[in-house]
């Protein structure tokens, strides 16, 4: 099975004929613009392609070796990364509202979060249901949640668990050692 890809040109859509280079031109422009990351994908037997990206998207959700994008060289091919595809093969196809799950992209220096939001457009490219993909940066808000965990979970000068910690800890390990053992 082939990797999953993006492709930014020389889309094609279920009958095999390409989109002409004027109307992919210009709505690949369209999302060069955005200010923040965006792609309009399709699948195909369960599995995401990308139509149109954002250099934005690219720098997200692709493999770092592979994230330089550069469209109006020829067919430009950007592997998403598998932990992403996986997540999207458990989308619900048709959707009444949008779709949200949390990513984390793996490796790098920066650990971010992102909140991925995928919406069912109400237009059609050649017959092909669109999606419009944004991953919003959600990384202040986990940090924001752990931080506020640890201040009322633990005590402030030595970092113990205080009695609400504790008393979660206690709860945790009671639970554990009464659980009925399988073998």
């Not at 469209?71 to 932990?83: A, Q, S």
């Not at 949390?102 to 939001?117: A, E, F, L, N, T």
């Not at 202040?140 to 931080?147: P, Y």
């Amino acid at each position: 099975m082939p990797d999953p890809i993006l492709k930014t040109t020389g889309v094609m859509s279920d009958s095999g004929r390409p989109f002409d280079e004027a109307s992919e031109n210009l709505q690949q422009s369209y999302f060069n613009a955005m200010p923040f990351p965006a792609a309009l994908i399709t699948f195909n037997n369960k599995k995401p392609v990308v139509l149109f990206c954002n250099q934005n998207f690219i720098d997200i959700a692709s493999e770092p070796k592979t994230a330089n994008l550069s469209p109006w060289e020829g067919d430009t091919t950007v592997k998403l990364h598998p932990e992403l595809v996986a997540a999207l093969k458990y989308m619900p196809l048709s959707q009444d509202k949008p779709y949200q799950f949390d990513w984390m992209p793996p490796g790098g220096q920066k650990k971010r979060c992102y909140k991925i939001i995928v919406t069912m457009m109400s237009c059609q490219i050649q017959g092909m249901t669109c999606y419009l993909m944004v991953p919003v940066d959600n990384t202040q808000a986990v940090e924001l949640q752990s931080t506020m965990r640890m201040k009322i979970l633990r005590d402030s000068l030595t970092g113990l668990p205080n009695r609400i910690g504790f008393s979660r800890l206690l709860d945790d390990v009671i639970l554990l050692e009464n659980r009925p053992y399988s073998f």
